[in-house]
């Protein structure tokens, strides 16, 4: 009670787009690792809401949000952790919507803060304050650079759309910052895992079927049960969205169902194995 007659210290309850892209990321994952589909849920309301809210009229992700009210251009970790938050609930729900929103956020992050002269990004860009100098962050500290999940973003982005004009970008970014990460590797761990992803083995896995039957659930939690860092993961449904997902992922558009069985096709660098359509077969064929 005495203490309820001392002035309340005051509250930092800001909405930050960037940290819901980490918290996002770390949902989707949690859920595709746990089976939990609450993560999901929790995962996919803040993705909304960030994506309604947090956002100018044309397009532009902005920084924070407080009391219903949005402010200042977004810098690039907003860009890069909501980008890898949406990868990754896009492999938790298959949302094709996710997935077309980390493209083109990626696409407009590398158009607003991509250095042209020496690659790599800085942390700020068009529509920022102005400053003195710009600064890159490549330093892998408590929290990921933006740089390093950026890497890791272009390679994923890549695998899963076939762009390999995003495999160059992330050349040059690692090209830039190679001399720096040599000399103490352990200060970059994130980008490190971009460049595992690089070194591979990596796998493309697209899963092809009804999402509505529970033989293809069986498939897809087979896959989340395994620990794959080195993996994309694409669902090719029938109709419309399949259509979707084959005008972004044009290599995918052809993997259809096997005799009407769920059917998952394995590839490394866009070369892949036969079809599968057995559990059995899949968990063999994960352990290559």
Known sequence: M????????????????AWNGLMIAALAKASQALGVQAYADAARKAADFVLKNLRTADGRLLRR??????????YLDDYAFLVWGLIE?????????????????????????????????????????????????????????????????????????????LEQEYEQLI???????????????????????VVGP?????????????????MINAIYRKFLPNKILLFRPQGSEG????RLSPYTEF????????????????ACQAPITDVD????ALKE
Not at 141 to 156: I, K, M, Q, Y
Not at 243 to 246: C, I, Q
Not at 255 to 270: A, D, G, R, W
Request: hydrophobic share 40%; aromatic share 8%; glycine share 6%.
């Open 89 to 165: 609930l896009y492999e938790a729900t298959f949302d094709i919507a996710y997935l077309e929103q980390a493209v083109a956020m990626n696409r407009e992050m590398i158009e607003i803060f991509w250095d042209k002269q020496d690659g790599g990004l800085y942390f700020t860009g068009k529509g920022n304050e102005p400053l003195v100098m710009q600064k890159k962050e490549i330093y892998d500290g408590a929290l990921p650079s933006s740089n390093s999940v950026a890497a890791l973003n272009f390679l994923r982005l890549s695998r899963m759309t076939g762009n390999i004009a």
């Open 202 to 218: 990596s796998k493309e896995i697209v899963i092809a079927g009804d999402p509505a039957l529970d033989s293809t659930q069986t």
């Open 65 to 74: 949000y407080r009391q219903g009210d949005a402010a200042h251009p977004g």
């Open 255 to 270: 993997m259809v169902p096997v005799n009407h069985k769920p059917t998952i096709f394995v590839c490394e660098q866009y």
């Open 281 to 284: 077969q899949l968990e063999a």
């Open 243 to 246: 259509k979707s997902l084959a």
């Open 2 to 17: 005495v203490r309820e007659k001392r002035i309340h210290p005051l509250k930092d309850d800001k909405i930050l787009t």
């Open 175 to 197: 090209r830039h910052f190679s001399a720096q990460v040599t000399e103490h590797p352990i200060a970059h761990t994130q980008l490190l895992a971009a460049l595992d992803f």
